[in-house]
């Protein structure tokens, strides 16, 4: 564990604590009937940004937690300087909240919202909770890929989470048709990224460990937002059950997130009578503004 001044993109200097946690990147895929133990222990670490208020204390009340993930371009490395979503929650860091996020359990932090990702973290939230005082009960953050990680994380894990409060989210992975629009989904974009690293398609494939080229749904159950926790009603819409109360900032101009997808989440919710708040945001590009970051902050403050 070692401590670093960062300079965010605000201009402030804030310390953060960087640390590493273990855990088993290795998980049973397919169906086996051989009677024979299939699972095994694969130790991998983890790199992981923790941020403590200035009113933190190490006595007394805990100090609230915000797990912020980042998105598919985010690290979090101290050697790099990169401290992955917690950008994210900057307004929150001023109000005196910890922040937490992990780079994620493949060297280039492109995770994809994965469940050894989503273990990662938990790993990582334990680590914290654990040398920190910090409330166990967790707020959840993220921006596009990152939204994505969070929604994951919530519904992996519901017990510890109190709200969430997501930034234009990838809610989908394999493609989605609302009406007569088609909602590309990330398994759509096969073309490799300009710097020649492997297309989001091919990382899809790698970190969700499907057999072909071929999309496996038994793969990406539990971890794949608008079909998890969810049904198809009467009349043939989605339904999805969320594990706690949660926040969604949208533009309308987003070239990456598609709003047609974002607002239909957002209904899928409200049809199963859940709570949810949808700020949909006239000419808003795919970038946070001080706008999201500030009612973010108010989002959260109800929960604590």
């Known amino acids: 564990m070692k401590k670093q001044n960062i300079v965010s993109k605000d201009g402030t200097e804030r310390e953060i604590i960087f640390f590493n946690v273990e ?10 009937i051989a009677n024979e133990v299939l699972d095994r222990y694969e130790p991998t670490n983890c790199e992981c940004a923790l941020y403590l208020p200035d009113t933190y204390t190490e006595d007394g009340d805990p100090t609230p937690l915000i797990m912020a ?21 900057r307004s929150c860091m001023d109000a005196g909240y910890a922040v937490l996020d992990v780079d994620g359990n493949v060297p280039t932090g492109l995770s994809q919202g994965c469940p050894e990702h989503i273990f990662a973290a938990f790993k990582a939230y334990r680590y914290a909770i654990k040398h920190f005082n910090l409330c166990d009960k967790v707020l959840i953050t993220g921006g596009s890929m990152g939204g994505h990680v969070a929604m994951n994380f919530a519904n992996t894990f519901p017990s510890i989470a109190l709200a969430i409060g997501v930034f234009y989210p990838r809610l989908n992975m394999d493609g989605v048709q609302i009406g007569d629009h088609y909602c590309i989904g990330t398994w759509d974009k096969n073309k490799p990224k300009k710097d020649g690293s492997p297309s989001t398609h091919d990382r899809l494939r790698e970190v969700y460990r499907f057999p072909s ?3 496996c749904e038994e793969n990406t159950l539990g971890f794949n937002p608008y079909k998890t926790r969810s049904f198809i009603n009467a009349n043939g819409e989605r339904v999805v059950i969320p594990p706690c109360p949660i926040k969604i900032w949208q533009g309308t101009a987003d070239p990456t997130v598609d709003p047609v997808l974002v607002t239909e989440f957002v209904n899928s919710v409200r049809r199963s009578g859940s709570y949810i708040e949808f700020h949909l945001m006239e000419g808003i590009d795919h970038h946070t503004n001080q706008v999201m970051y500030d009612e973010l902050r108010l989002w959260f403050d109800r929960f604590i």
């Open 69 to 89: 993930f980042h998105g598919a371009g985010g690290r979090v490395s101290a050697e790099l300087g990169k401290i992955g979503g917690l950008k994210h929650a």
């Open 23 to 32: 855990f088993n990147n290795y998980r049973v895929v397919g169906n086996s």
């Open 213 to 215: 080229d071929e999309w």
